[in-house]
């Protein structure tokens, strides 16, 4: 199920008027810069609101507290994530899908600090642990389509979602490219089991 970047159940409100839109992506835009700055215990609703240059009530509007706060940015990066593999999914079939999508999300890995700040910090509740199995379950929709596996292969392509994901993950963590190569060479060998048993 794709999801909208400010589609989240704890926003106070949904801006509707584009004016309102931006300032909710500046405050989220701020957020995240003391995200991958201090960390998440930085995420108090006083000090995004600072970063933002907007009163609390301003902020308060959208955003009621810490967890609305780390929700919001997580929705966010969920969403971009879906998106490109929307994208790639659009674009296949590839010479190398697995060497594609995997260059692909390392990248986003890369340009999205406060995506790995937060995934590997201690903030995620169960709604966002629960929002990630979803966002795992429209990946492995998109590496199914990307790779050609049948209908029959769901399960098969949300495993090869989970490899690769806890790879990426451990090669960012540990800043370990060697990892990320690692990680194609596992999730070839695994869809092509896949693809020869179906």
């Known amino acids: 199920m794709s999801r909208a970047p400010l589609d989240v159940p704890r926003l106070r409100r949904v801006p509707r008027q584009a ?22 215990t930085a995420l108090t609703t006083t000090r995004v609101a600072a970063a933002a240059d907007v009163s609390v009530g301003s902020l308060y509007q959208y955003l009621p507290d810490k967890e609305a706060i780390v929700e919001a940015l997580a929705n966010r990066y969920l969403a971009e994530f879906e998106a490109l593999m929307v994208e790639l999914a659009e674009r296949a079939p590839f010479e190398d899908p697995v060497g594609t999508l995997i260059d692909a999300f390392a990248a986003r890995y890369r340009e999205r600090p406060g995506y790995r ?3 590997f910090g201690r903030e995620l509740t169960p709604a966002l642990r629960a ?12 590496l199914r389509h990307a790779v050609g596996l049948g209908e029959d292969s769901r399960t ?17 963590r540990t800043d370990s490219p060697e990892l990320i190569e690692e ?16």
Do not use: C, P
């Open 117 to 119: 700040a937060l995934w």
């Open 156 to 172: 098969e392509a949300r495993a090869g979602v989970l490899i690769a994901d806890a790879l990426l993950q451990e090669a960012f």
């Open 19 to 40: 004016r309102s839109r931006e300032r909710l992506a500046r405050m989220l835009d701020a957020a995240e810069a003391l995200l991958v700055a201090e960390g998440a």
């Open 183 to 198: 990680a194609k060479r596992v999730l070839r060998l695994y869809l092509d089991d896949v693809l020869a048993r179906h």
């Open 131 to 142: 929002a990630d199995m979803d966002n795992k379950a429209t990946l492995a929709e998109g």
